[in-house]
């Protein structure tokens, strides 16, 4: 299983992960095609164009880790772009 296959594994999981952290995030996304748009402050934004599908959110702080919300969020994204 290739590191592209075990970052979408995870970020996939139900109910989701509360260790996952905004690099692996990054990591993954860049293998899935995406781009990285850098906005003001932690504003962040990932941008695949073949799809034209778009996320955007702020980087976590103070710590690391992604909140649950977001991987919800980032779940729906990541199905329309990699299964849809």
């Given at each position: 299983?290739?590191?592209?296959?075990?970052?979408?594994?995870?970020?996939?999981?139900?109910?989701?992960k509360k260790d996952l952290t905004f690099e692996a995030l990054e990591t993954l996304l860049f293998s899935c095609g995406y781009i990285k748009l850098e906005g003001k402050g932690s504003a962040v934004k990932f941008y695949h164009k073949e799809k034209?599908?778009?996320i955007n959110l702020h980087k976590p702080h103070p710590n690391n880790i992604l909140?649950?919300?977001?991987?919800?969020?980032?779940?729906?994204?990541?199905?329309?772009?990699?299964?849809?």
């Open positions: 299983m290739s590191k592209k296959e075990k970052l979408l594994k995870k970020f996939l999981e139900i109910p989701p034209d599908n778009l909140k649950t919300y977001l991987i919800k969020q980032i779940q729906i994204k990541l199905k329309e772009v990699c299964y849809g």
